[in-house]
């Protein structure tokens, strides 16, 4: 049984084929990255994979009770404290009213947001802080899969890192699954199980190449070296880089 | 009750009555602003003398005296019971019809010139029809004023949803709202941001097209007492009514529209300088 199944998935825009046969599998615990140069489709492709948009062919296979999703805009409602914003996501979920209080705190916890923080809007939180809030959010809901929409694009590297860490070690911890959206390879390398390459123009998945360990006990050399060797001698990365500014992501 | 909900319930009640202390606080500056009023006031009445304008001391006793009659209560609640009634019927049509035209471009485009003829046409076109509909009454009032603010709320909410953060929507889809949902913790709630001021210029708009439409119509309320003023040539009784107008006015927008503005506009006084805040 796996967590997430993509069969045959297609999609076009105003008439456009933007996406076209593409087969993807997640397993239960494991975190796939889902590369591509930019505006390749690969938000689109995460889009319909969570189910916010209607793939025009093929299929898509839910093996997980309860997804969350962290977005690159971290789309938090601004009339709403940071707890607010957490209860947000508590309250589409169901949670009783009861448990609620009791799953920010936790969620809070969780990202390092410390009990003031949670009273702020998020007009008053830092950029960081509030990516924190978002992934709060979707912890706070005790998900089995998330999917990352590239979450982490418009961090600082420093803070990027941290992020990074926190993903890794939820989880690890709680055996979550995800589907990890990113155009940058160590980042990918750093947080992911497997690789996946989208073609350039949607056509497929080109490949997938499984990373030796498990997240968060690579060495940040081990996956310098991994991200070097790709971009130099593997050419299912040969056009990782290229950027046609005239596809929509 | 555990002990953090009820100190942070304390800290909520604290942190409202703080709000309250603030707001009034904030009136000082009101009455510094109505003190300069009443100065450029005197100045004409010293000017031009008592016939063309009489002292704001002269009104003030001739509101007082209205004041002390129960009769004139009757015709200030008339025309305050019209000029809410009024506003409340365009409030709901105007932001029941902007959001539906919000959420259906194409009907946008098509009301877009509807409401164009609508803003171009006086009201005083509108009050002479709706004297002929329905004769003095409440319907003539309520209807002028309808009419001339419905416009305004339309366009208010109906910008509120067109310009609302799609991404907002995308999340509380993914976190598993539906479209009911969605519009009433996401849409809605955006929109109150063009709805809220389009609300407070249509119940100024209430209120002058009351008076306005009751004169015309002779329907009484303040607007009768107006026309019975220029009758007599009495310009404190004139002005009184004026100012008592601009009061129940004040006083609506005061204990409605401010405080429930300030409610759903909390994050945006986070969000600015100390000293734009006092």
Redesign the interface.
């Known amino acids: 049984m796996t967590a997430l199944t993509l069969d045959g998935v297609g999609h076009a825009y105003l008439g456009r084929t933007i996406l076209e046969d593409i087969d993807l599998a997640v397993a239960p615990g494991e975190i796939v990255a889902l590369v591509g140069p930019s505006g390749c489709g690969k938000s689109t492709l995460a ?1 319909i994979a ?1 189910g ?1 948009t209607n793939p025009r062919t093929g299929r898509v296979r839910r093996g997980y009770a309860r ?3 962290i ?1 690159q ?1 971290p ?1 938090l ?4 404290t940071t707890a607010g914003n957490i209860d ?2 508590l309250r ?2 169901g949670v009783s009213r009861r448990t609620r ?1 009791a799953r920010i705190a936790k969620a809070a916890v969780q990202v390092a947001l410390e009990p003031e923080d949670l009273q ?5 939180l830092s950029g960081g802080m509030r990516q924190r809030t978002a992934i709060a ?1 979707a912890l706070a ?1 005790e998900p089995d899969f998330i ?1 990352f929409d590239e979450p982490f694009t418009a961090l600082d590297v420093a803070l990027r890192r941290r992020m990074q860490d926190l993903v890794i070690a939820t989880c690890a911890a709680g055996r979550i699954s995800g589907l990890f959206i990113t155009h940058d390879l160590s980042e990918a390398a750093r947080l992911a199980h497997r690789v996946a390459v989208l073609d350039t123009r949607g056509q497929g998945i080109l490949g997938e190449r499984l990373l030796a360990g498990a997240p968060g006990h690579r060495s940040d050399k081990a996956v310098f070296a991994w991200v070097q060797a790709a971009l130099r001698q593997d050419p299912l990365f040969r056009h990782i880089h290229d950027v046609d500014e005239r596809q929509i992501a | 009750m555990p002990s953090a ?1 009820r100190r942070s319930l304390l800290h909520r009640l604290a942190e409202r009555a703080g709000r309250v202390l603030a707001f009034l606080w904030s009136g000082w500056a009101g009455l510094a602003a109505l003190c300069l009023l009443a100065a450029a006031w005197q100045a004409g009445h010293e000017a031009y003398g008592p016939f063309i304008l009489t002292s704001p001391l002269d009104t003030v006793a001739a509101v007082a005296a209205l004041a002390s009659d129960p009769e004139a209560w009757a015709i200030g609640a008339l025309t305050l019971q019209r000029a809410i009634t009024g506003f409340v019927l365009v409030a709901a049509a105007g932001t029941a019809l902007g959001v539906m035209a919000g959420y259906s471009p194409a009907t946008l485009r098509l009301t877009g010139p509807l409401i164009t003829v609508l803003m171009g046409v006086p009201p005083i076109a509108w009050i002479v029809l709706a004297m002929i509909w329905f004769g003095g009454s409440d319907a003539t009032v309520r209807t002028v004023i309808l009419i001339s603010a419905l416009p305004v709320v339309f366009m208010g909410a109906a910008r509120g949803i067109t310009t609302r953060d799609r ?2 929507d ?8 539906g479209p009911v ?1 969605r519009f009433l ?2 849409g809605l ?1 955006q929109s109150t941001t063009t709805l809220f001021p389009a609300l407070a210029l249509a119940l100024g708009t209430a209120f002058k097209v009351a008076v306005m439409a009751e004169l015309l119509a002779n329907a009484g309320g303040i607007g009768g007492a107006l026309a019975d003023a220029r009758i007599n040539l009495d310009i404190a009784q004139a002005l009184a009514w004026v100012t008592v107008s601009v009061a129940l006015l004040i006083s609506v927008e005061y204990t409605l529209v401010h405080p429930a503005k300030a409610e ?1 506009d ?3 006084r ?2 600015q300088p100390w000293g734009v805040k006092r």
């Open positions: 889009h969570a916010l997804h969350a999703m977005f805009d789309a409602l601004p009339w709403a947000y996501g589409l979920a209080s702020k809007f998020p007009v008053e959010r809901i999917f | 909900t991404g907002l995308r999340m509380a889809e993914a976190f598993g709202a949902q913790t996401i709630r759903v909390r994050w945006r986070a969000a």
